[in-house]
């Protein structure tokens, strides 16, 4: 059963659910997002009532906009509590502090941050939303003269994405403050079956222009990344599983693997995989196989099968973030076709109407391992030749 709401929901999964006629639930956001009413359309009445009946109900939603439709009509089960567990990281880290003792965070209201004594902080820090996404209002803090400058900064970031995203979705009323883990970062897409087994469907290396940023620009996978982090990573997986209790359940999780090869948790997506229907899709662009239909059927991949003919191969999501300086409504156009070019192997570009989302697309693309130059070269780029500007002269 799926569970469809905004911002988007691409063409791809879409066609998932209609060549497997998958439940898809009514509601008003779903019906103005799809038009196509030969999907396996069910009321939210007959939704709410398989859920109660079905014990190992799937429910599978595309983004976190939905979470106030499952707190108002699940309520019944542990779902909801499940997703707060989740979606706000205080709760997350209280969940995994016996696992991680050493590990330092704090939540703060955002009222009471100005308030704090710097000689009480231990530097490099992570300050963000307790409950966030898409890197919204995200720093890294070296210092107590960043974190004067940070906290000054805040308000007029809040004010720039308001109204984007639901409470539910992003609600800074409430800060977290957790130390700096060097290391690299990965996204994993996985769910946890009807045994409350993890399945990992993919692992995708975070990579950072440099350690002062916290964008989500480049995302990238490929057989040397998977088979090297994947055992370790089942590992923390069954950690969460049973602490959480979590069986039937997609998940998107961020993790960051430091000197010592240990995975240190940095936070959990539930219900759903990527955001905008991206690392979700990645899997069947980069490894030809459909993740959504490997939770529904309750599936894992035969990586070994997968790796024989992606070898040397690497795959990359590109996130569009407007990081131009530039404000949206100062822009008159974004040139995709010029951004095509730039890429040897392109698989699958989505235009975003960045006015609305500060975002201009997403980008699929294939590369050789030995041919990264096109992957730096995006990740420090601040995208203004793509951008023309309203008046320009």
């Known amino acids: 059963m799926l569970l469809i709401d905004k911002p988007f929901a691409s ?5 998932t659910i209609k060549e497997n006629n998958f439940p898809i639930i009514i509601t008003e956001v779903s019906k103005s997002m799809i038009s196509d009413e030969s999907l396996n359309w069910i009321s939210e009445k007959e939704a709410i009532e398989r859920y109660k009946k ?30 707060q567990l989740f979606k706000n990281k205080i709760l997350f880290r209280e969940l995994l502090k ?4 050493n590990y330092f965070f704090k939540g703060v209201q955002l009222s009471e941050l100005s308030k704090i004594e710097t000689a009480t902080l231990k530097f490099p820090l992570i300050l963000k939303p307790a409950v966030g996404f898409f890197s919204l209002a995200v720093h890294k803090v070296d210092n107590a003269l960043e974190w004067q400058t940070v906290l000054a900064n ?11 995203y639901p409470k539910e979705v992003v609600d800074v009323s409430d800060f ?3 130390q ?77 693997v430091d000197s010592n090869n240990t995975i240190i948790p940095i936070e959990i997506n539930p219900l759903r995989f990527g955001g905008w229907c991206t690392t979700g899709d990645m899997s069947y662009f980069a490894y030809g196989f459909n993740s959504y239909e490997q939770f529904l059927y309750q599936k894992a991949p035969n990586w070994n099968a997968i790796f024989e003919t992606r070898k040397d191969t690497l795959y990359s999501l590109i996130v ?18 010029l951004l ?3 890429f040897k192997k392109p698989l699958n570009l989505r235009e975003v109407d960045f006015r609305k989302y500060a975002v201009f697309g997403f980008l699929f693309i294939e590369t050789s391992k030995e041919n990264k130059d096109e992957i730096n070269t995006i990740l420090a780029s601040n995208l203004r030749k793509y951008i023309t500007v309203k008046n320009a002269v």
């Open 176 to 178: 977290i403050i957790e």
């Open 340 to 342: 095509l070019k730039d």
């Open 11 to 15: 063409d791809f999964l879409i066609k």
């Open 98 to 101: 016996d696992a991680f003792p």
């Open 154 to 164: 805040i308000e007029q970031e809040i004010e720039s994405f308001k109204g984007m």
């Open 180 to 256: 700096y883990i060097e290391g690299e970062e990965y996204a994993v897409d996985c769910y946890f079956n009807k045994n409350g087994d993890p399945v990992v469907l993919n692992v995708m290396h975070h990579i950072f222009s440099s350690d002062k940023d916290v964008s989500d620009r480049v995302y990238s996978t490929s057989k040397e990344i998977i088979e090297k982090h994947k055992l370790k990573i089942e590992a923390f997986l069954k950690i969460v599983g049973e602490k959480a209790q979590l069986k039937n359940f997609p998940m998107h999780v961020e993790i960051r």
């Open 320 to 337: 569009l973030d407007n990081n131009s300086g530039i404000n949206e409504k100062d822009i008159a156009s974004f040139d995709y076709e």
């Open 54 to 83: 079905e014990a190992d109900l799937l429910l599978y939603s595309n983004s976190e906009n939905a979470i106030s439709w499952i707190e108002k009509n699940l309520s019944f089960s542990k779902l909801p509590s499940q997703i």
